[in-house]
């Protein structure tokens, strides 16, 4: 059995193909220019680039993982390209020349209208980004391949961090910056709004909700996240306690920083029922990520 990973280079593309490897099942990991670490080279939004990779592989699911995680306006067409296009390229391929094949698309939390309550799958969306505009059409894709026959998927993601985050991420430069105060560093580390509150969910357990997901044919749309909160200030006091270190030495708070949510959760009700609950904890997260 093969499974095809667009977006393969990434964190969720990684956690994915380990499960694969788990499963005895071969991971194709598709990416436009990271060739170190995928097994394909291929744009997703080239639509005869993924024909030619579905019909070569013929996967039994074919997950869209890629984009560019930005709601930055700048990104509108770079987003548009690779999860609007993206979408309907791998589901037009699979309906021409390999109706078997099951397909999931990532969505996001940010797609939907945010009142600061939980979230789930059944919430109305908002068009608040260019990357919202992008997952909300992709989801409607996925809705009209479905009535086509296609076993599409769509899991609404919420935060989720691993060690293969980058720095421009703020957890990523908390742990970057813990490990140089730790290596003798006297550094002032500036983040923005310490009180935002946001789900620290191990995207290794993530990429679990996403299997279980797809590996069953009654739920078709779900909401994959922890449903806990935990604030940026928690986060980088967990950090620094790990080094036993007071955090308030080294950190300064960007008074004038106007964030683009104050709490961003989930209602993971509908995968809780599928038996799925995230393992890692908070702490533990922030230990694996110092290591």
């Known amino acids: 059995m093969i499974y095809l990973i667009f977006g393969g280079s990434g964190q969720d593309g990684y956690y994915i193909s380990e499960l694969c490897r788990e499963r005895g099942i071969i991971p194709i990991r598709v990416s436009r220019s990271n060739r170190e670490y995928v097994e394909e080279i291929g744009d997703v939004s080239d639509l005869e680039a993924v024909l030619k990779l579905v019909k070569k592989y013929k996967p039994g699911i074919i997950f869209h993982l890629a984009a560019n995680s930005t709601t930055n306006h700048e990104a509108l067409f770079e987003n548009h390209q690779t999860i609007s296009t993206g979408t309907l390229n791998i589901l037009e ?14 969505g996001s939390g940010v797609q939907f209208k945010n009142k600061g309550c939980p979230i789930s799958e059944k919430d109305e969306f908002e068009a608040s980004s260019a990357y919202a505009v992008s997952r909300i059409h992709s989801v409607y894709a996925a809705r009209y391949y479905r009535k086509l026959g296609l076993k599409v ?18 957890s990523k430069k908390v742990v970057e910056a813990v490990r140089r105060i730790q290596s003798g560093s006297n550094e002032k580390v500036e983040i923005g709004d310490l009180s935002v509150e946001k789900e620290w969910t191990f995207a290794g357990d993530i990429a679990e909700g996403i299997m279980k997901l797809v590996h069953q044919d009654s739920i078709f749309e779900a909401v994959i996240g922890s449903g806990e909160v935990h604030t940026i200030g928690e986060w980088v006091k967990v950090c620094f306690e790990e080094i036993g270190k007071d955090w308030k030495e080294y950190v300064v708070e960007k008074k004038e920083f106007k964030p683009e949510y104050k709490r961003l959760v989930s209602n993971p009700e509908t995968m809780f029922s599928l038996g799925w609950r995230p393992k890692v904890s908070f702490r533990e997260l922030a230990q694996l990520m110092l290591k």
């Not at 391929?93 to 990532?106: L, Q």
């Not at 609404?156 to 985050?165: D, T």
């Open 93 to 106: 391929s699979v309906c021409k020349v390999s109706p078997h094949t099951k397909v999931f698309i990532a």
């Open 153 to 170: 998927y769509v899991g609404y993601l919420f935060h989720h961090e691993s060690p293969l985050r980058t720095s421009r991420h703020v």
